[in-house]
């Protein structure tokens, strides 16, 4: 059972308050929605939880372990994995060899990591592009192939940066259906998205940010209704596009 505590996150940029003293706690088996809009602090706080940058002020807690400003390889180790809004992939490699890289995290052996790869890249539906190259992919397929590089990291906590965008409908139920999955698996997910239809019918729960600010958090029905949110974010045409 995986628990992540945050308390207070604030990360500051000179006189730019990114993340505002943001707190929230997330367990196994949850996925929870990470709005907000453009600008709002959301990629700020994934960094602040993962270590890529260091917080002005507050805590993370991990499993009751204080992991404030660790480095990004510690986390990782700990079992927290994220992908990038903007994919860092190794594009002069193949999509296995990508893979490859999360995979060695856990399996210093190659035959085991390469085994460990190849059942990430199936779980996203892309071991059949195994020996493609990674800069020939489409964008998407990029953020699918970070989506299996994460997950061959074997993580407890998966953080996902617009992971969806730019998928079509098809694809966006492919994946929601990998999230679900991999939430009865027991992951703790964070899932940052503006694809409202594909997000909010598999969260249990929502955060809304807003100028660095959680301007609101509940279970989806709840926070689309809050006309703070409507008003920050999601306008008023929102509850009638999307069905839960
Ligand atoms: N490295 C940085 N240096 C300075 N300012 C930054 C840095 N990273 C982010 N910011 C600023 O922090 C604020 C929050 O940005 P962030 O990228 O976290 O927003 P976001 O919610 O992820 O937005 P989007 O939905 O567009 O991805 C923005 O005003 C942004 O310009
Ligand atoms: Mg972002």
Same mark, same amino acid.
């Given at each position: 059972?995986?628990?992540?505590?945050?308390?207070?996150?604030?990360?500051?940029?000179?006189?730019?308050?990114?993340?505002?003293?943001?707190?929230?706690?997330?367990?196994?088996?949850?996925?929870?929605?990470?709005?907000?809009?453009?600008?709002? =602090?959301? /990629?700020? @706080?994934? %960094?602040? *939880?993962? !270590?890529? &940058?260091?917080? #002005? $002020?507050? +805590?993370?807690?991990?499993?009751?372990?204080?992991?404030?400003?660790?480095?990004?390889?510690?986390?990782?180790?700990?079992?927290?994995?994220?992908?990038?809004?903007?994919?860092?992939?190794?594009? =002069?490699? /193949?999509? @296995?060899? %990508?893979? *490859?890289? !999360?995979? &060695?995290?856990? #399996? $210093?052996? +190659?035959?085991?990591?390469?085994?460990?790869?190849?059942?990430?890249?199936?779980r996203v539906g892309m071991a059949h592009q195994a020996h493609e190259l990674a800069a020939n992919l489409t964008l998407p397929a990029k953020k699918r192939l970070e989506v299996a590089m994460s997950l061959a990291t074997?993580?407890?906590?998966?953080m996902l940066d617009e992971s969806m965008a730019g998928l079509t409908p098809t694809e966006i139920a492919n994946a929601t259906q990998l999230l679900k999955q991999l939430r009865s698996e027991g992951l703790a997910l964070i899932v940052v998205e503006?694809?409202?239809?594909?997000?909010?019918?598999?969260?249990?729960s929502v955060i809304v940010l807003d100028s660095g600010t959680k301007i609101a958090e509940g279970s989806p029905r709840d926070v689309v209704s809050n006309p703070r949110v409507i008003s920050a974010y999601l306008g008023d045409k929102y509850a009638e596009r999307v069905q839960y």
């Open positions: 059972m995986a628990k992540l505590v945050v308390s207070g996150v604030t990360k500051r940029f000179g006189g730019l308050v990114a993340v505002n003293n943001v707190s929230f706690s997330l367990e196994s088996g949850r996925i929870l929605a990470l709005i907000g809009p453009n600008g709002a =602090g959301k /990629t700020t @706080l994934f %960094n602040c *939880l993962t !270590g890529f &940058y260091k917080v #002005n $002020a507050g +805590t993370v807690e991990y499993n009751g372990t204080n992991i404030t400003n660790w480095t990004p390889n510690r986390i990782a180790v700990l079992g927290i994995s994220r992908t990038f809004q903007v994919v860092q992939i190794l594009q =002069g490699m /193949t999509v @296995l060899e %990508n893979v *490859l890289v !999360g995979a &060695y995290l856990r #399996n $210093a052996n +190659t035959v085991a990591a390469t085994d460990k790869a190849i059942e990430a890249l199936e074997e993580p407890k906590v998966l503006h694809v409202m239809e594909a997000v909010m019918p598999i969260a249990d």
